[in-house]
């Protein structure tokens, strides 16, 4: 089977029982789960790109819920709001010096997913995480079933 046929369907086939699972019995942000799936495949996909994925989206959402507590003990408002952005901002691109941290967008796109979660539906940091660390381990399985299928039998 040709190699992105055979990860469209892995993709496609994994993605229908996460929407499942996470909308119905779960009651995780879909949405989440994807973020850190596409996360995934931009981090280069493989073991290498699940521990940066992990990394860096778990990162973004401490980062995230540092901002979102000190800007509550110090009673929010845009310029507050504005300088905790940026100074969390720095801190996500300076862990990159660390390999594990080295995936930026990883961090930024889970500091973005959980504010959307804990502030924008009302979820929970439980929630996001789960969501996040399931959409990184499905890339990492929907790679894992492509290859499966792609390979030349023996």
Do not use: C, H
């Not at 892995?10 to 596409?38: H, M």
């Not at 504005?82 to 080295?102: D, E, N, Y």
């Not at 990492?140 to 079933?145: Q, R, T």
């Amino acid at each position: 089977m040709d190699t992105l046929l055979a990860l469209a369907l892995s993709i496609g086939i994994l993605i229908a029982v996460w929407t499942y699972v996470a909308l119905g019995p779960a009651a995780l942000p879909v949405w989440a789960g994807i973020v850190a799936w596409g996360t995934f495949f931009a981090a280069g996909g493989k073991t290498t790109g699940l521990m940066k994925t992990l990394a860096s989206n778990l990162s973004g959402v401490f980062w995230a819920g540092v901002a979102l507590t000190v800007a509550g003990r110090l009673g929010g408002g845009l310029p507050v709001i504005a300088v905790l952005v940026g100074v969390i901002a720095f801190a996500m691109v300076l862990q990159a010096k660390a390999a594990m941290f080295s995936f930026i967008p990883g961090a930024f796109l889970g500091a973005a997913t959980t504010v959307s979660v804990v502030v924008g539906i009302k979820g929970t940091y439980v929630q996001t995480i789960i969501a996040l660390v399931a959409g990184a381990v499905l890339g990492y399985l929907s790679e894992l079933a492509a290859a499966k299928v792609t390979r030349a039998p023996a």
